[in-house]
């Protein structure tokens, strides 16, 4: 069973403080996400990677960035936080489209981040 | 712009009722669509998928989806609902030309009194 860990389920951090979320995934995905969940706005893509090194934005990337390193491991960094990225925030995983059993998305449990 | 549209963003139903949610979406071309459910304080996963083929899909927990692709819609059903399956739930567009990209709609809460 894919396994998509964050490793923090609740932040709370400072305005203007840099902050780092972390995401590892077991199944050597190529495909790593990331989103944000917002009451009456549904998920929210911020960033997503389809390889080491590779990087695109999503919808939403303002005020944040992305380092994906390794293949299991895919950072969201924002710069310096500020009270309107207080969220949850959500890692995801696939494999490319046509591979393995066409799985769609596998998501982590979240992180809630307050910015206070 | 690619989106996905779910209308009813609240719903309250009694236990046995039965449910349809609605998901259309706007994008020209082909599509794998999924509906995904939240449960209060897990992570999402997914409940059914459709990448082609029969239009009916079945899913876990005695949910379906029918895939209707001139109304471009995938609304979720279930005949009898449980309490447990009070929840938040999402539709999921992801475009097959040449995107990793999934998108979303806004979600939709489902609370079923027992």
């Known amino acids: 069973d894919v396994k998509v860990t964050q490793s923090s389920r609740y932040l709370v951090k400072r305005t203007g403080e840099k902050v780092f979320l972390e995401c590892v995934q077991d199944?050597?995905?190529?495909?790593m996400f990331w989103y944000r969940q917002d009451p009456g706005l549904g998920l929210r893509l911020i960033y997503f990677s389809y390889d080491v090194k590779m990087k695109e934005k999503g919808d939403i990337p303002e005020g944040y960035s992305v380092s994906r390193e390794k293949k299991e491991r895919f950072s969201l960094i924002l710069e310096s936080a500020s009270t309107n990225q207080t969220s949850m925030y959500l890692c995801a995983s696939s494999p490319p489209p046509g591979q393995g059993d066409n799985s769609p998305l596998h998501f982590g449990n979240g992180t809630r981040l307050t910015v206070t | 712009a690619q989106s996905v549209s779910q209308h009813n963003h609240h719903v309250i139903l009694s236990e046995a009722a039965s449910l349809e949610l609605g998901c259309n979406y706007s994008?020209?071309?082909?599509?794998?669509l999924f509906w995904y459910v939240q449960y209060p304080g897990q992570h999402l996963q997914l409940l059914l998928k459709y990448f082609s083929g029969d239009p009916l899909v079945k899913g876990i927990k005695g949910f379906e989806a029918e895939f209707i692709k001139s109304k471009f819609s995938f609304n979720l059903r279930k005949p009898s609902v449980q309490w447990s399956d009070t929840a938040e739930y999402f539709c999921?567009?992801?475009?097959?030309?040449?995107?990793?990209?999934?998108?979303f709609g806004t979600g939709t809460r489902l609370k079923v009194l027992a």
């Open positions: 999921a567009v992801n475009p097959t030309s040449g995107t990793y990209k999934y998108i």
């Open positions: 199944m050597d995905h190529e495909n």
């Open positions: 994008y020209g071309g082909t599509v794998n």
